[in-house]
C-alpha cells in the first residue's frame, strides 16, 4: 500500500491499482479500502482506482493530533487530487464518503471532478421538526447526544446497534441471532482506536449539505438501499431532485451497502456511468 502526506503532515494510506483514467472510491466510517475490494478487478482493467483509508480508519494510527473531521477529510481529498495531479476525476462516495465528497465539493466546486456517485446517504444525518430525511427518520439531537455518550462507553456495540436497531428489519434479526458477519464485524471494530472515530462522527452530524446539492453540475450517479438501515426512499428522492440530472438507482432488498448487496449490478451501472460520453 502507498501513500502521501498530507499538508498538516499526516500520513495517509492509500492503493493505487489499474492504468487510465481516475477513479477515486471514498469508504464509509470505520471501513477501509478493503470494501471496494469486490469491484477491482472490473474497474481496474481501463481505469486508474485510488482507494484509500481515509485519516482514522483502517487500523492507522495518527501521528498528529488533527481531529479528522469531514473538513479535514475534504482537505486530505484535495492534497490527495493535488498530489497524484489528477484532473477529470470520477469520485465515488459511500456513506462517509458521500458526506467526504460533498464537503470537498463545497469547498472547492467540481472543477477537479468529472463525474461523482453517491451511495446510500443523506445531506443532513441528524433530523428536527423540519428535516425528517435524516437518520431513522428521528434520529435528533437528543437520540445523537445519546448514540455519541454510548460510543464513549462500549464503542463497537454502538456502531453495531446502529445498523441493526433502524429500519431494515433483517439487520434487526442478524443482530439477535448473533451472525458469524456480525461476530467479525465486532472483532474488526474493537481492533480500532475510538478516540478519532468518534470526533469523526461527531463532526458528521454537524454538517449539513442540503444546498451543496445544487452546486453540483456534472453528471452525478445515486445508488440507495430499498431497504436501508438509516433512510427510506424519500432521501435518496430528495437527493435526486436537488441535484440536476442525477440518475437515481433503488437497489429493491438491499441495506445501507447497496453496492455489497448487487455487487455486478453495480460495477455494471458504475461503468456504464463511467463510459458514458
Known amino acids: 500500500m502507498s501513500h502521501f502526506f498530507a499538508d498538516d503532515g499526516e500520513k495517509i494510506h492509500v492503493q493505487v491499482s489499474g492504468d487510465g483514467p481516475p477513479v477515486i472510491m471514498l469508504h464509509g466510517w470505520t471501513a477501509s479500502h478493503h470494501e471496494w475490494t469486490p469491484f477491482l478487478e ?52 459511500h456513506s462517509m464518503g458521500a458526506l467526504t465528497l460533498w464537503q470537498y465539493i463545497e469547498d472547492n466546486g467540481c472543477a477537479r471532478l468529472a463525474k461523482v456517485c453517491f451511495i446510500d446517504q443523506s445531506p443532513k444525518l441528524l433530523t428536527d421538526a423540519e428535516w425528517l430525511n435524516g437518520i431513522y427518520g ?3 439531537r437528543s437520540r445523537s447526544a445519546a448514540f ?12 453495531l446497534l446502529l445498523g441493526a436497531m433502524g429500519l431494515n428489519d433483517r439487520a434487526r434479526q442478524k443482530y439477535q441471532e448473533g451472525s458469524r458477519g456480525l ?12 478516540a478519532p472515530l468518534i470526533a469523526c462522527w461527531e463532526s458528521l452530524t454537524e454538517a ?11 453528471p452525478a450517479l445515486l445508488v440507495y438501499g430499498g431497504s436501508s438501515n438509516y433512510y ?16 437515481l438507482h433503488i437497489y429493491e432488498g438491499t441495506d445501507h451497502s447497496p453496492h455489497q448487496w448487487q455487487r455486478d449490478r ?3 451501472d458504475l461503468r456504464e456511468f463511467i463510459d458514458r460520453p
Open 138 to 140: 428521528d434520529f435528533d
Open 183 to 194: 461476530e467479525k464485524a465486532r472483532q474488526w471494530l474493537k481492533e480500532l482506536d475510538p
Open 42 to 93: 472490473q474497474l481496474t482493467a481501463h481505469h486508474r482506482v485510488f482507494r484509500w483509508d481515509a485519516r482514522g480508519h483502517g487500523g492507522h494510527r495518527l501521528t498528529r493530533d488533527t481531529v479528522p473531521t469531514v473538513q479535514r477529510m475534504a482537505l486530505d481529498l484535495g492534497n490527495l487530487i493535488e498530489h497524484y495531479e489528477l484532473d477529470h476525476l470520477v469520485a465515488v462516495g
Open 148 to 159: 455519541l455518550q454510548h460510543l464513549e462507553s462500549d464503542f463497537a456495540e454502538s456502531v
Open 232 to 247: 427510506r426512499s424519500e432521501t435518496a428522492r430528495y437527493v435526486q431532485n436537488r441535484i440536476a440530472n442525477a440518475v
Open 208 to 218: 449539513d449539505y442540503r444546498a451543496t446539492l445544487d452546486r453540483i453540475d456534472i
Open 266 to 268: 453495480f460495477v455494471r
